[in-house]
């Protein structure tokens, strides 16, 4: 019989980590997290660890980080300055095992073997271990887990156990970590336990069930406490002990609203189906998400798999069925920045979400949407007109960026970007034109795209105000390099900005064109009127761009290119951030790019860099960027990718996948999943050249010359199309829907249903080969 705990054979699909090292544990919980967009678990171990519970932490460490989450459950904690945070639930994996009246503990003793591998095919955690206590008894461990994709409220846990030898006393418990919650219990009985949080008075409920057969058969369990389950017996030899734990969680966001029935009724299916049937449908699932967003590489093995390990965290991070919530810089991977979104989400987390998976993606915007009368009320604080989206924010939208953090010496420093960051409100009306675009979903657009982009606009035409040279400005800002503060007329937000009105204007003509009840609904409702659309023509075409039309260059804000000059080479080596490394304010003088800043304008609206314009930008700021944060790399592959230099592509794809794929402790605080997401869109947007927002479905490779083939589906218009790239031609094939016309390499033709089509070059048309660097 197959056995359901041993990983996928086929080669590429497994994550494997061996051992323990307390250095990088905690990035390994992060890498190997489970999730399904409405729970998250951390890759801790569940047997033969301790308990952990808040102290100071000087100067030793957790030597692990056990973590659930449920999307959504935000409450402010007791810090200073005070700011929403996840909460965390219950460690429903807990397993203790005593053996002769002495518990296992992984430091006693010795652990002999500990493996941990993340199956992405199957979407399962696997844990293997043996141990040997100090009385000489060895004990082995095999483990399956996984945060159900079939059935969003379950989790489940399969552990069998070995012994070596007959006669040992044996218990064995299997409880949920119930200390140090951070929330109010509010009923705690057999199988299920319900706690609200204090200050947003959300309900989250967990039902648990355990059952613990030997050789097959059902051993009765002690139930001294609720969600604690304890067997006992006398060991046998090489008899197999299996415990099986289904887990079932609902949330309430309304204190009135108990959803402990539906974590019952969730549990109740758990344990009816069987373990076994649960972890079918979770593979099926996973199967189908695999079938429309996998993407094989002939050619690249370790890029395929990085690929695979994005795409295993993106399926991972989102939920179609709660437009409540977004996705946290860290997904539900871990703690770091607290759950917060930011525009991780738009930027570099939507492309894959739209071309993929356009019900995630809906989901996603309609967070924002619910959130429009927060971003009104942002901007109306600073005295702006329309929409200004908070540049953190949790399950209200308000803003909740700390205003001030600690610095490396213990001083407070002051957080400048959730007064300053605007460019998300840009960022987010970009995504939604781009959802449009790509699945013409016009009841969204209609009912919620249109306002979202009107009133983004409108913040902009408040901001950017005229000035005596003409112009209009947008002073006192961040961009994307938020090594520079307080700067104005960075190009990014102000192009953005522009971008962002102009589409307003097409989408308000549209409206009213196809829509004119819902287009006069809606400007009387937010009291607009055509004079406030002259002003919005006016600022795009004077908003400043900071453009030298006879170079081609941006300057990325007025006044960077009088900066000190600074070789971000002799820096490359250093481990810490370059600001770290030669100060906050020598950074500031100097032209050190934090990440892509005018190369993800280049990225984002290549047609703003006409003719020479993207290479000229590109070759000027690329050898700028210190690659301060995790977003940038991606960034610069996928432009460097469309601009045909594969090699930099390929380094720049390499080294973001490095980031969570290595043992890289900075992941201890979950994966970064915008370089996630960015690495997607390297070599969908970038190598293949996919555009989601063309009339037709656009697609122009430039292929690494090493890679022999390409091949993914997209999802466009309610089609589903698959895509084959070589170096001299570009197989698609529409897989489901009706006829669409398919542009390749500016080469318009008609996709058929049945009948695929061969777009073929006699030379190496689709490659990419130029070196922007020559
Ligand atoms: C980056 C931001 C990003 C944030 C969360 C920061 O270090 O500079 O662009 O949004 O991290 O990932």
């Known amino acids: 019989m197959l056995d359901l705990l041993q990983p996928t054979e086929a080669p590429g699909w497994v994550l494997a980590h061996e051992g323990y090292n307390v250095l990088t544990e905690s990035a390994v919980e992060s890498r190997f997290a489970l999730g399904n967009g409405f729970l998250g678990m951390r890759a801790a171990r569940s047997t033969s660890r301790g308990p952990t519970w808040v102290s100071w932490l000087g100067y030793i460490r957790w030597a692990s980080w ?29 397993v203790r095992l005593i053996l002769d009246g002495e518990p296992l503990v992984s430091r006693e003793g010795e652990m002999l073997r500990g493996l941990r591998r993340l199956d992405m095919r199957r979407g399962v955690l696997l844990s293997e271990w043996t141990h040997r206590t100090p009385a000489g008894i060895t004990a082995t461990g095999h483990e399956l887990r996984l945060l159900s994709l079939a059935d969003r409220a379950a989790g489940l846990q399969v552990q069998r156990v070995v012994l070596d030898r007959d006669g040992v006393d044996v218990r064995l418990e299997a409880s949920f970590g119930l200390a140090g919650l951070g929330m109010e219990p509010i009923r705690l009985k057999n199988e299920v336990g319900t706690w609200r949080t204090e200050g947003t008075g959300k309900v989250v409920a967990m039902a648990g069930g355990a059952e613990l057969r030997l050789e097959g058969a059902s051993v009765p369990a002690e139930r001294p406490f609720p969600l604690r389950w304890i067997w006992r017996w006398r060991s046998k030899a090489g008899q197999v002990a299996e415990l099986a734990r289904h887990v079932a969680v609902a949330r309430s ?44 590489i002939d050619g690249d093995d370790d890029l395929e798999r990085a690929l695979r390990f994005a795409v295993y965290h993106l399926t991972s991070a989102a939920n179609p069925d709660d437009d409540r919530v977004s996705i946290g810089a860290r997904g539900l991977t871990g703690d770091a920045y607290f759950g917060h979104v930011f525009w991780d989400t738009e930027t570099y987390l939507l492309p894959y979400y739209t071309a993929v998976w356009p019900e995630a993606a809906r989901a996603l915007l309609m967070y924002r949407y619910h959130m429009l009368p927060a971003a009104r009320a942002k901007a109306e604080l600073f005295g702006y007109r329309g929409a200004l989206y908070p540049w953190e924010s949790a399950d209200t939208g308000e803003e909740t960026t700390p205003e001030t953090v600690l610095g490396p010496a213990g001083q407070p420093v002051e957080i400048l970007t959730g007064k300053m960051e605007h460019h998300i409100s840009a960022d987010i009306a970009y995504a939604v034109w781009q959802y449009w675009r790509a699945t013409g979903d016009d009841d969204f657009f209609r009912d919620a795209g249109v306002e979202i982009l009107v009133e983004t606009a409108r913040f902009w035409a408040s901001r950017a105000v005229a000035e005596a040279d003409g112009g209009r400005h947008i002073r006192h800002v961040i961009g994307p390099d938020e090594y520079h503060e307080d700067v104005d007329d960075n190009a990014f937000t102000n192009v953005m900005a522009r ?190 050249g996919l555009n989601l927002a063309g009339e037709t479905l656009e697609l122009d490779p430039k292929l690494p010359p090493t890679w022999r083939r390409l091949s993914f589906k997209v999802r466009w218009r309610g089609r589903s199309v698959g895509l084959s790239i070589t170096g001299d031609a570009v197989e698609a094939t529409l ?38 660097d020559a």
């Open 66 to 94: 056990p973590r659930c989450y449920v999307a959504g459950l935000f409450d402010m904690p007791n810090t200073e300055p005070p700011v929403p945070a996840l909460v965390p639930v219950a460690d429903w994996s807990r």
């Open 253 to 296: 966001d309304r204190p009135a609203e108990d959803p402990t029935p539906h974590a019952e009724a969730a549990l109740e299916r758990g344990t009816n189906l069987g373990w076994r049937a649960v972890l079918r449908a979770h593979e099926a699932a996973w199967n189908d998400h695999w079938e429309d967003g996998g993407i094989d």
């Open 499 to 688: 971008w962002n009105i102009a589409r307003a204007l097409d989408a308000l003509d549209l409206l009213r064109k196809r829509w004119p009840d819902h287009a006069a609904a809606l400007q009387d409702r937010i009291a607009l009127d055509d004079g406030e659309l002259d002003d919005w023509r006016d600022a795009v075409a004077r908003i400043v761009t900071g453009l030298d039309p006879t170079t081609g260059l941006y300057e990325q804000f007025a006044g960077f290119h009088a900066l000190k000059p600074l070789d971000v080479r002799d820096y490359v080596t250093h481990a810490l951030p370059i600001d770290v490394v030669i100060g906050r304010e020598q950074t500031q003088g100097s032209q050190v790019v934090k990440q892509a800043d005018v190369v993800a304008l280049i990225a984002l609206l290549p047609e703003a860099f006409p003719g020479e314009g993207a290479a000229v930008n590109f070759r000027h700021y690329e050898p700028r960027c210190a690659h301060g944060s995790s977003l940038s790399a991606a960034m610069h592959a996928r432009v460097a990718a469309r601009l045909g230099d594969s090699e930099m592509a390929l380094r720049y794809m390499r080294e973001t996948a490095s980031l969570d794929l290595d043992p890289d402790p900075n992941s201890a605080g979950g994966v970064r999943i915008a370089g996630l997401g960015g690495l997607w869109q390297a070599a969908i947007l970038g190598i293949a």
């Open 735 to 772: 897989i489901d829907g009706d006829e669409i016309d398919i542009t390749v390499a500016g080469d318009t033709r008609t996709l058929q249903p049945r009948s695929p089509l061969h777009v073929s070059r006699s030379s190496a048309a689709f490659r990419g080969a130029v070196d922007v």
